[in-house]
């Protein structure tokens, strides 16, 4: 993303982008978007993809299952809630570790098969959590209704040290309980490590070999080099990263759905990824953010919002206004989504981070120019 | 499975608790009650007070949602005193006087549901974070009703309940904070009893495809005990994955099982879709061990049966409310729905509509919007003139009590909305339960 | 027996749904090397056609409904029958059968529009942007019927003819167990035919075998001076129409919705992988096998040993067939494997 990859330019991105994530509430207010829920949606989604992204960004291997770990994440997480404590830390803990042998388990049968036939067998493994956990497996999901606290759960750790309040006690980290903003900020700390991580492991050793298995397995295997416990391991650290993020969702909202493992969340986190820039490390934070946005604010708008924004028209006019607006938010706001697929991949298909390079690029040559230097600009990937 | 659940006694043996949380330093921001009778998204002195109105834009639900939606904004009107006053001018008692809320205007703001329990607490959250709003309602699907409520509790903002027919929304899963006038899986087999009895007789073999989640479980349960308890026989009973399409596999064995009755446990598409297909595969046209053979559809509406089209002539089943009703608040209604919007409003309409006003008048009733004291004004209020007769909003499980309409497919439809002839309105006695036989627990009325 | 008997109907009819989709989207992988996740709406857009055919058929005269006063209430009366009486109520009764006439061109049309349009510029591009392009193109097409249309699901039955049912059994010496709607069985023959003539076009004329010379070998082709892109173009109309006839018959049994498209996208893209990339006759074979298997799993006898196996059978043999058959039944090796 930095015009050159050098350890310095690494720190002051991190710096950036750490800054960025903690100022949200106040740089998203002009848009609508500052409220501690869907800040709290940007952060773990941005898990989520970045996560996803170093399976898919560096070594190629599409998932479309990767929705089950994240449910089977916020599975674990909430009966951590219900068994053991309201403590979000082991159930955070507990939810990484399940969804990490789980993607374990499937990674190792999966990535026997590379291409799109990897692709159906974890999208295959994915449809079976989601349909067994929404009809027989009900007596550990409680199937549609979703998985919730109940007053009467033991919560073992807790009625240790605790007396029972009235109603159902709310998660907490260490007594700050992890709603609304404190909510947030433990997402985006753990958000901010995330993005850490997947830095150090694109930049080291191991994260070049994933690069490798995917520009050309074949290759790899003629060296001798046997790639899948690399691919594996990449798999499970993705997995992990998707079950962090489905704990996250249970910390900061305790109930479990089946759906969450449905085709469709797989999809959508694919859709994130290619939306900001496979490969790239801003690139999924970027997608989630954008989707998330218009999952939440463009659906909320409705005649009488619009006729509101646009009462500056002449009567006539704005009934025009209105209701052409009105097919691309509200109950339109598929279409929108649809639209803005579509016209980003046939005008950036980098996504959009690529789109910032060529600005980006842009500028530089210009400057170049004027400056009249001899070298030229190099553009990292 | 539930059963555990159920015992009220394990009460005060297993303990929960976060009373941690309440010491600590947690910043004043999200810290409620701070002042006293301060509470959660308090429309203090301003001049208007939000509503949140969630309900399905996107997926299967989406023209019921859109129904939804046209039933709150002109309950929005009618309290803001526009427009014809709808049912205000039937209701009884009536403490709204057609000026807003406690003197406020309503505003309100929608949000989509997609019919998933994470999307529509999503947007429920957005509703009370960002836009302040003092209560919301919505429906269609009990699994995300369910959700929504657990998240009012959570959240201290009422949920008025739209369409949700599980047994579990007042039931096991029911909440202080959430309230259904909707009626459930229960009242409509209580309803469909002597209905069947009357038209199938005491001798049947029931056969009965259920959906394989939540509410089609509760419903297949309700339907069999009270057909089992006119004396009929189950055949079968097999569950349907959600979403099915073609149930072509599931039908054929029904045909040489020797039932004479298919119950079909399902609900928008699944149910236009097995229906469509059961009658293609000749089931009405069947005669076994003698008697014309039926199908049943437990929960009616109006969506399902436009879906369905001419299959669902003369076929069975129960309604929370239908346009066609002859009483005054019922006509009133369609009146003010049908010159606003061109056509007659859906059940899911009428029960959004209701439940905005109900929800509206407890706090003009309470004086105040503070939930615990507009709770209270809900919990046992008994009304008139909304169009399904007396009701009572129990206060035991926040169940509306009133009659059941028992519908079947019109043979003769008058016109393009004349789908559903009333058979029989069941009254209320006929449907009333005893609130404990769910199990669950309301919860506190502070949070 | 005669359990086992409807059973296989079922799985065939079932099959021949699945297999038609598969076919096309075989047939478009195989060309042009694109992962079209905007089949399923061909699918639902053929649905479609049904539904407007049937519109247009049904334009009626309203008659107002005097009694209601509060809102437009009628009684429609179609013009067709108005005029012609009879043979009015007969056309209209037709309206699914009509609608295939209309369905290939339009099918044709739209086929060639999408990929003059717009998959043409993604032959060159990474799978995952043609993923994110027809996804996103899918999302488009399915919200315009919406904003339509309408989200629920609009009957569109069977003409009356064949709304009974054929007793099967009487005909094998079976006994009356036996007995199968009509429509069904004359989209299971429709299925059939289709597939056929697909087959045939591809295996016994030039065209055909310029085509199937191209998905082997596409730059040797071109080599030989033959201009396979335009033929490629025709070939991804064709399996729009596919799509098309496949929704267009399905009307009577699926009332259609904007969203079934997308039911139908998952599993299309499973049994085209189950078949075997680039193989037309794995992608027929896949389909009817797990129609098949998904009819037989969901037999009570079947359920009660296993319960739940209906919901995952699909996947389940996906995962057993991909893991014995790495490139599933009949997949060539090299093609879509990285």
Redesign the interface.
């Known amino acids: 993303m930095m015009s050159k990859i050098t350890p310095q330019n690494d720190n002051v991105m991190m710096g950036l982008f750490a800054l960025a994530i903690l100022t949200m509430p106040i740089w998203l207010m002009p848009i609508g978007a500052s409220y501690p829920d869907l800040m709290q949606k940007f952060a773990i989604f941005g898990i989520f993809a970045i996560g996803f992204n170093i399976l898919f960004g560096l070594t190629g291997y599409l998932s479309f299952g990767h929705a089950a770990f994240l449910g089977v994440g916020s599975y674990t997480a909430v009966w951590s809630f219900k068994l053991l404590s309201m403590n979000v830390v082991p159930a955070v803990i507990f939810a990484v570790l399940v969804a990490g042998a789980f993607s374990f388990l499937i990674g190792f049968i999966s990535l026997r098969r590379s291409g799109i036939y990897f692709s159906i067998l974890t999208l295959a493994f994915a449809q079976m959590s989601y349909n067994l956990a929404y009809s027989v497996l009900t007596p550990i999901t409680n199937g549609e209704t979703g998985l919730q606290l109940a007053k009467s759960d033991p919560r073992i750790v807790d009625a240790m040290f605790v007396e029972v309040g009235a109603g159902i006690p709310s998660t907490n980290f260490f007594g700050i309980a992890m709603s609304g903003y404190s909510g947030f900020y433990f997402c985006a700390v753990l958000l901010i490590i995330g993005f850490y991580l997947s830095l150090r492991i694109t930049r080291s050793p191991f994260g070049m070999m994933l690069k490798a298995i995917k520009s050309n397995q074949n290759r790899m295997s003629y060296t001798g080099l046997n790639t899948r416990p690399y691919a594996l391991t990449a798999f499970v650290i993705s997995g992990m990263y998707a079950g962090l993020a489905g704990s996250l969702l249970a910390v900061t909202d305790p109930l479990a759905g089946a759906e969450r493992m449905q085709w469709t969340a797989s999809g959508e986190v694919v859709l994130m990824t290619i939306l900001g820039g496979v490969g790239t490390l801003l690139g999924p934070m970027l997608g989630a953010v954008i989707i998330k946005y218009f999952e939440n604010i463009f659906s909320a708008f409705n005649e009488s919002t619009l006729n509101n924004i646009f009462a500056f028209l002449p009567d006539g006019l704005q009934d025009v206004v209105v209701s052409v607006v009105g097919l691309f938010v509200g109950e339109g706001w598929h279409l929108t989504l649809g639209l803005l697929f579509m016209v980003i991949v046939i005008y950036l298909p980098g996504g959009l981070v690529e789109g910032a390079q060529r600005i980006r690029a842009y500028v530089l040559k210009k400057r170049e120019k004027k400056s009249a230097t001899s070298h030229q600009p190099q553009i990292a990937e | 499975?539930d059963e555990i659940?159920k015992g009220v006694s394990?009460?005060g043996v297993?303990?929960?608790?976060?009373?941690?949380?309440?010491?600590?330093?947690?910043?004043t921001?999200?810290m409620r009650n701070v002042f006293g009778a301060d509470f959660r998204n308090n429309p203090g002195d301003g001049g208007t007070v939000t509503f949140g109105f969630n309900v399905p834009?996107?997926?299967?639900?989406?023209?019921e949602?859109?129904d939804e939606?046209r039933a709150y904004?002109l309950a929005v009107k009618h309290i803001n005193g526009e427009g014809d006053g709808g049912l205000l001018n039937t209701m009884q008692p009536l403490a709204l006087k057609g000026d807003g809320v406690l003197g406020k205007k309503v505003v309100?703001?929608?949000?989509?549901t997609q019919t998933?329990?994470?999307?529509a607490?999503?947007?429920a959250?957005?509703m009370i974070?960002?836009d302040g709003v003092i209560m919301y309602s919505g429906g269609s699907?009990?699994?995300v009703a369910?959700?929504q409520q657990?998240?009012a509790?959570?959240m201290g903002i009422v949920f008025m309940n739209g369409l949700t027919h599980s047994n579990?929304t007042t039931g096991k899963?029911k909440r202080r904070y959430g309230f259904r006038h909707f009626f459930n899986a229960y009242m409509s087999g209580a309803a469909l009893g002597p209905v069947l009895e009357s038209e199938m007789g005491k001798e049947r073999r029931a056969y009965h495809l259920t959906a394989?989640?939540?509410?089609g479980w509760t419903q297949e349960e309700s339907i069999k005990n009270t057909t089992e308890g006119l004396g009929w026989q189950t055949a079968?009973a097999?569950?349907t994955?959600?979403?099915a399409?073609?149930f072509?596999?599931?039908i054929?064995?029904v045909?040489?099982s020797g039932a004479d009755v298919l119950i079909l446990n399902h609900y928008g598409?699944d149910m236009?879709?097995s229906l469509?297909?059961a009658v293609?595969?000749?089931l009405r046209?069947k005669q076994v061990n003698g008697k014309d053979f039926q199908i049943v559809v437990p929960l009616y509406s109006r969506?399902m049966a436009?879906?369905?089209?001419?299959?669902i002539k003369g076929i069975f089943g129960t309604t929370n409310w239908n346009w066609s009703l002859q009483d005054a608040g019922s006509q009133a209604f369609?009146?003010s729905?049908?010159?606003e919007?061109?056509?007659?409003p859906s059940q899911a309409a009428h029960t959004c509509y209701v439940q905005t006003l109900l929800y509206a008048n407890a706090c003009q009733m309470a004086g105040t919007f503070y939930p615990p004291e507009v709770i209270k004004a809900l919990e046992g209020f008994e009304f008139d003139g909304m169009g399904n007769g007396k009701t009572l909003y129990r206060a035991e499980d926040h169940q509306c009590f009133k009659d059941v309409l028992v519908v079947k497919g019109n043979d003769n439809?008058?016109?393009?909305?004349?789908l559903l002839e009333v058979v029989q309105e069941v009254p209320r006695s006929q449907v009333e339960y005893d609130a404990s036989i769910f199990g669950g627990?309301l919860?506190?009325y502070?949070? | 027996m005669d359990t086992l008997a409807l059973q296989l109907l079922n799985g065939l009819d079932k099959g021949g749904a699945y297999a038609l989709i598969a076919l096309g989207l075989t047939l478009i992988f195989g060309t042009l090397g694109v992962v079209n996740f905007a089949h399923g709406a061909l699918f639902m857009l053929g649905a479609f056609c049904a539904v407007t055919v049937q519109k247009l058929l049904t334009i009626s005269v309203k008659v107002k409904d005097e009694s209601i006063t509060f809102f437009e209430a009628y009684k429609e009366v179609p013009y067709l029958e108005t005029w012609f009486g009879e043979t009015g109520t007969i056309i209209i009764d037709y309206s699914v059968p009509i609608s295939i006439l209309l369905a290939i061109p339009i099918m044709l049309i739209i086929g060639l529009v999408m990929e003059r349009g717009l998959i043409q510029r993604f032959y060159k591009r990474t799978h995952a942007e043609q993923i994110l392009v027809t996804f996103g193109l899918a999302i488009v097409i399915q919200e315009l019927v919406k904003a339509n249309f309408g989200a629920n699901p609009i009957p569109t039955p069977a003409p009356d003819v064949v709304a009974g049912s054929a007793n099967i059994g009487a005909w094998l010496g079976l006994g009356n167990t036996v007995v199968y709607p009509w429509w069904r069985l004359i989209y299971l023959a429709f299925a059939a035919v289709v597939i056929a003539g697909v087959f045939s076009f591809l295996q016994f004329t030039t065209f055909g075998m310029v085509v199937r010379a191209g998905m082997q070998d596409r730059e040797t082709v071109g080599l030989l001076g033959i201009d396979i892109q335009r033929r490629f173009s025709i070939v991804f109309g064709l399996a729009a129409v596919v799509a098309g006839l496949a929704g267009v018959m399905y009307t009577p049994i699926l009332p259609p919705d904007y969203h079934m498209g997308m039911d139908f996208l998952v599993l299309s893209f499973v049994v085209v992988v189950v078949g075997g990339m680039g193989s037309l006759g794995g992608a027929v074979a896949a389909g009817f096998l797990l129609g098949i298997l998904q009819s037989f799993a969901s037999m009570n006898e079947v359920k009660s040993i296993l319960p739940g196996i209906d919901q995952i059978i699909i996947y389940l043999v996906a995962v057993v067939i991909l893991l014995v058959r790495p490139r599933g039944l009949l997949g060539r090796k090299g093609v879509m494997e990285n």
């Not at chain 2, 436009?306 to 299959?311: D, T």
Request: avoid cysteine; hydrophobic fraction near 30%.
């Open positions: 499975m659940k394990r009460r297993l303990k929960g608790g976060t009373a941690l949380a309440a010491g600590l330093a947690a910043p921001f999200f834009q996107t997926g299967a639900y989406a023209d949602g859109a939606l904004q309100y703001v929608t949000g989509d998933k329990s994470d999307a607490r999503a947007s959250k957005r974070e960002k699907s009990s699994g369910i959700a657990s998240l509790q959570e579990d899963d394989d989640y939540t509410w079968n097999v569950k994955p959600l979403g399409g073609d072509s596999q599931y054929t064995p045909l040489n598409k236009i879709n469509t297909q293609q595969f000749g046209d969506l436009q879906g369905a089209g001419e299959n369609v009146k729905f049908g010159q919007y061109g056509f007659p439809p008058t016109s393009q909305f004349d627990e919860g506190p502070e949070v």
